[in-house]
């Protein structure tokens, strides 16, 4: 099936391993130009190159650390020049620190709530102004969490905050910029095999398999096409929506 993907131009946040990475490797795979943005240079330049390789696309790495102030616009503009514009902003960057409420720092609060909150919404501001003003129709993905409905009961409650404030962000701004052309969606992922929650999975996998209907944790690809179907021009009439991709953790 063609995605309607190939020469769009594409901004992964925190795209150089897990989730992310997948998540470039599938648009490239549908010939879309893909920047990988991540805290290794090294990591960014070398899945760049190797896209580019495999897929005759043109990826860029660009190093970025979102946890700290500024960053997300230097990231912003750079993509700009690097590609010539933007089409499609995936925001995938996030982190999952573990405190239960009673233990739980102001510092860790307001990081957590910076990095998967703030960190998009200002993405999400800078990518809608450049569309608008280009006079071009364009995707915004969130990646945000079967946690934003359910909560935790794990020592996440920041990290549950961040992403239900980051659903109702989404939807809100679905609203705001659907007459543009413009449709903004999200994935809510449930447990996936990545480097961010190895060490929880190590610990207590069969823990989390028990809470999962299906009885697995997903791959990262299985949640990546998802994304690459919001981001495609079959999801062209979806907006404001959020796809459930937890193997029926949630069943809404």
Do not use: C
């Not at 405190?99 to 910076?114: G, H, I, K, N, P």
């Not at 909560?151 to 701004?173: C, D, I, Q």
């Not at 809510?188 to 480097?195: D, H, L, S, V």
């Amino acid at each position: 099936m063609d995605y309607g993907l190939k020469g769009k131009n594409v901004l992964v946040t925190g795209s150089t391993k897990g989730l992310g990475e997948a998540i470039v490797r599938i648009l490239a795979g549908e010939g879309a130009n893909v920047i990988v943005s991540g805290r290794s240079e090294d990591l960014a330049k070398d899945i760049a190159e190797k896209l580019t390789r495999d897929y005759e696309v043109k990826a860029v790495g660009i190093p970025a650390d979102l946890g700290k102030r500024g960053v997300a616009q230097e990231l912003f503009a750079k993509s700009l020049e690097a590609l010539g514009g933007l089409d499609i902003l995936v925001n995938n960057a996030g982190i999952w620190p573990t405190a239960y409420v009673r233990e739980m720092t102001l510092e860790a609060f307001d990081q957590t709530l910076y990095m998967n909150l703030e960190v998009p919404f200002l993405l999400s501001k800078l990518m809608v102004n450049h569309l608008i003003e280009h006079d071009k129709k364009g995707k915004i993905v969130q990646v945000v969490s079967q946690a934003a409905f359910h909560g935790s009961t794990t020592g996440h409650a920041h990290y549950a905050s961040s992403k239900a404030g980051l659903v109702t962000f989404s939807r809100s701004l679905a609203r705001e910029v659907a007459g543009y052309g413009i449709n903004v969606n999200s994935v809510a992922p449930g447990m996936m095999e990545t480097p961010m929650v190895a060490e929880a999975l190590e610990k207590k996998r069969d823990y989390y398999n028990g809470r999962i209907p299906i009885g697995r944790v997903a791959s990262a690809d299985e949640v990546a096409y998802a994304v690459a179907f919001l981001a495609s021009n079959k999801a062209d009439y979806l907006t404001g929506i959020t796809i459930d991709a937890t193997g029926g953790m949630l069943m809404r």
